[in-house]
């Protein structure tokens, strides 16, 4: 019943978006409509966030996506806030060139399902690449050595990003969290960028032990807390080295827990070169829980 449910979402979506073309009546922001609708939107996030049972929080993203689509067509959208849709993560890309929302439904089982959509900051009305989250037809073993679409995409929710460039090719980096379920969470490096005028996720940049990867996945034991961050002023992406907890569980990433190590990847020219023990070769900060 619920995969009819999201088949269904997924196509009213997709309708939505293809009408979302329209041309802007105005080019001056309509502040007005956008504060109106935003306090519509408002309790109905709440609600996708802090409903008491799936089925109050599914019937809250039915309601709504449509509002939030008609909301973007107003006039200047791509600069409007949102600061009161607490449930949603906003995040700009660094080139100013589209910004992505993203956000989180959960089951009572202690699983999710992830929504976003990409806003560009284009001239000429609302353009809107929403994502659908592919992730429960994607067997890990394959995660990382696989390019995915916008139809595709491994949902998971983003809370970081900048940019980079290899071959001429603009690449922007999310870092996010996948709650995957109650045994075991995930965090992604993901690689996403634009070509001919479509999205792509994973590229072929991460190299390791002699392995090329195209994104970074790391699974660990739910109850641990792993840290993944990007640390500019040194071009690190810094993360938790993740061990079994004890011989018995090697191979087992669902019981992986951090053991006070720290791996990263360095970007040198726009590959992502992968070290251990980060602390022996760089002066960093990893007070952040992300």
């Keep these: 019943m619920l995969r009819k ?7 009213s979506f997709t309708m939505m978006n293809a009408g979302a073309q329209q041309k802007s009546k105005t080019v001056e922001t309509d502040i007005d409509s956008l504060k ?3 306090l519509v939107l408002q309790p109905i996030g709440d609600s996708i966030r802090d409903g008491s049972n799936e089925f109050v929080r599914m019937d809250a993203l039915t309601d709504f996506i449509p509002i939030f689509v008609k909301t973007l067509k107003f006039a200047g959208s791509f600069s409007y806030p949102f600061d009161s849709l607490r449930f949603m993560f906003r995040l ?3 080139d100013n060139s589209f910004r992505m929302f993203n956000w989180i439904l959960k089951f009572d089982d202690a699983t999710y399902r992830y929504y976003a959509a990409i806003q560009l900051n284009q001239p000429g009305g609302l353009k809107l690449i929403p994502l659908y989250d592919n992730s429960s037809h994607i067997e890990f073993d394959v995660l990382e050595d696989t390019v995915l679409t916008n139809e595709s995409w491994y949902g998971v929710q983003y809370y970081d990003i900048f940019q980079t460039k290899y071959k001429s090719q603009k ?6 969290w996948d709650g995957n379920n ?3 969470h995930k965090k992604v490096i993901e690689i996403m960028y634009f070509k001919e ?3 792509f996720f994973g590229a072929p940049l991460f190299k390791e032990d002699k392995k090329i990867k195209y994104r970074k996945v790391l699974q660990y034991n739910a109850n641990a807390i792993v840290t993944l961050k990007f640390h500019p002023e040194k071009n690190l992406i810094v993360f938790d ?3 079994p907890p004890s011989p018995a569980n090697e191979g087992k990433q669902w019981t992986y827990i951090p053991d006070g190590d720290y791996d990263y990847y360095k970007i040198k020219r726009g590959k992502f070169i992968f070290g251990n023990n980060v602390f022996g070769k760089y002066t960093i900060i990893t007070n952040n829980p992300q």
């Design 5 to 11: 449910y999201f088949i269904l979402l997924f196509i």
């Design 36 to 38: 109106k609708y935003e």
């Design 92 to 94: 700009k890309a660094p």
């Design 171 to 176: 690449y922007y980096i999310l870092l996010g």
């Design 182 to 184: 109650a045994v075991s």
């Design 197 to 199: 005028g479509k999205v």
């Design 241 to 243: 080295h993740l061990v």
